[in-house]
């Protein structure tokens, strides 16, 4: 059975609602030149990373735990002439980060609700290599404290994710400040789910009898009325900067 996500994203280059014209503004605001080092975790199909190396000519590594991922992101820096700027890893995203790496940028756009976060920033914080490098951290937060009610309807415990102020408070714990932030607009969600749901009903017309079309619709239909109905107006997401203190 094809899995919705893999159907519903597979137009998408990232995981999370940024477009392209953020991403050059995350990398204004890094000060991103050439020759610097940059580890991509959870990379995906290399999509920040190889436009990073081609309109900033840095070095990097990106890394996932899916080989498929991989295999398109190696095959994209080929399309783009990027591929002796970066290389690409199948590994544990969480075990690849070592003290001796150096890098000056570290992403990680996916962390994701659950994680034990200070954790996590600190092992990243060890493969920077000094005062001046960065790591970027993409997280969904709680924009408006839902009710009691509305999270238990919904099935979603309140410590399901952070608020917005959590962000700052994590980074403190691993001995980072939070210098700056990128938030998103309803706009760039609006269009990120959209994308989906046309990707989804493509798909729908393109397969009207297979047998995993009614799955696939049932989960489609439940995209729309979780987003519509809770989180566009709960839910909240950014990349959040971080420096050593």
């Known amino acids: 059975m094809p899995d919705y996500n893999d159907v519903a994203m597979s137009d998408q280059p990232l995981q999370v ?4 014209d953020a991403l050059a503004a995350l990398a204004q605001r890094c000060g991103l030149h050439s020759g610097l080092r940059v580890l991509d975790l959870s990379c995906y199909r290399g999509h920040l990373l190889n436009t990073w190396a081609r309109d900033y000519d840095l070095r990097g590594t990106g890394v996932d735990e899916r080989p498929e991922c991989i295999n398109i992101a190696q095959t994209r820096a080929n399309e783009l002439n990027v591929w002796t700027n970066v290389q690409y890893v199948v590994a544990d995203v969480f075990e690849y980060p070592q003290p001796f790496h ?3 940028l570290i992403t990680w756009l996916t962390v994701g609700a659950g994680l034990d976060l200070p954790r996590w920033l600190a092992v990243m914080r060890t493969a920077l290599r000094d005062r001046t490098s960065l790591i970027l951290v993409g997280e969904s937060y709680w924009k408006a404290r839902p009710s009691r009610a509305a999270l238990k309807q919904k099935g979603i415990p ?8 959590d962000l700052r408070l994590v980074g403190e714990q691993a001995g980072l400040a939070l210098v700056d932030m990128l938030l998103l607009d309803h706009a760039a969600w609006d269009e990120y789910y959209a994308q989906q749901w046309r990707t989804v009903a493509r798909w729908l017309r393109d397969h009207p009898n297979d047998d995993d079309a009614p799955e696939i619709r049932r989960q489609w239909q439940a995209s729309q009325r979780q987003y519509l109905s809770f989180e566009r107006e709960a839910v909240g997401y950014g990349v959040f900067v971080y420096s050593p203190i």
């Open 158 to 165: 309140i410590h399901a994710l952070p608020q917005l102020d």
């Open 17 to 20: 609602p940024l477009s392209d």
């Open 102 to 104: 150096e890098y000056n």
